[in-house]
């Protein structure tokens, strides 16, 4: 076994375990669970990594040898994979789709998840939470309404193909589709989310990451 996986249930991490089926890359999986108070994830992880977060990845066997590689945040993750893959589902050849590939692979938590994010602190505040959420939501319907146009002019986020990109849009999107508005009114969004719910490799990744409550 080559990569190991620190999966945290229904966090950003499933993404890790799809982007790894997608690729046929072999892994192994180190389940982790939240704190049904907190909703944090466990110390445990801090054994991994200082930050304590997950996705975390383990490279055991780094290209060139040497020792194992320690790999956290999704973007650095993806990246870091692809490359192991010798540029699989990475950079498009054509300069148009690989400018939309590097913009969309940092745009889904550069941009689009930190609004989404603010959400879900405010749904758990009490009295003010309700009229602050009012507030935020239309800075993601600009987002959402954004990924919209740009899925109905093309299939996939960098272009007519599939690519990572794509993977690390699928978090964001779903937890939209989950608390933050996104529904059947943006209906390319929707029918790309199903779309990727539907590839054999995304199924073989919830097998493998358990419980998900966006899929």
Known sequence: MTIIVHHLENSRSQRVLWLLEELALPYEVKRYE???????????????????????IEDTAPAGGGTPQVVAETGAIVEYLVDKADGRLGEPAHRAALLRYRHFLHYAEGSLMPPLLVKLVLARVPLFG??????I???????????????????WFAGDAFTAADVMMSFPLEAARSRAGLNASRPATIAWLET???????????????PYAYA
């Open 130 to 135: 309700k009229a602050a959420q009012k507030k």
């Open 137 to 155: 939501q239309p800075m993601i319907d600009v987002h959402l309404d954004y990924v919209e146009a740009e899925l109905a002019s093309r299939p």
């Open 196 to 210: 990727i719910h539907a590839r054999p490799a995304y199924q073989a990744a919830l097998k493998a990451g358990g």
């Open 34 to 56: 939240r704190n049904k108070a907190t909703m944090l994830a466990p110390p445990e992880l801090r054994r991994v990594h200082p930050l304590g977060k997950s996705p975390v």
